[in-house]
């Protein structure tokens, strides 16, 4: 069985960064694209950014310029180094994972790390 498990979650102050980790563990075969997404308070889960197995990396317009993605394919591991914070990024942060495995299609989610951004 895969599992993804973040950490790197907490409270900041605007302003200030915070690097979130997403390791996948288990049956792999390949992890074509891992991202992170975001769900605030009383919103729909939304996109904030994916990075390919080829280190092609997408962002929400909302984080271009603050946030970048990274991943190590070694460590089966994706990270999202958040800069210049803004409450506004206050969510629960998930991490996704696209790929295959002995069972077939990957497409799993982690628990979620909690991110608050607060004077």
């Known amino acids: 069985q895969v599992q993804l498990v973040e950490s790197g979650g907490g409270l900041v102050q605007p302003g200030g960064s915070l690097r979130l980790s997403c390791v996948a563990s288990?049956?792999?075969?390949?992890?074509?694209?891992m991202g992170w997404y975001r769900q605030a308070p009383g919103k729909e889960r939304e996109l904030v950014a994916t990075?390919?197995?080829?280190?092609?990396?997408g962002y929400a317009d909302s984080v271009k310029g603050r946030f970048t993605i990274s991943r190590d394919n070694a460590k089966n591991t994706v990270y999202l180094q958040m800069n210049s914070l803004k409450p506004e990024d206050t969510a629960v942060y998930y991490c996704n994972a696209y790929g295959s495995s002995p069972r077939g299609v990957l497409d799993i989610w982690g628990q979620g790390t909690l991110d608050t951004v607060s004077s």
């Open positions: 288990g049956s792999i075969f390949s992890l074509n694209v």
């Open positions: 990075i390919t197995s080829g280190g092609a990396e």
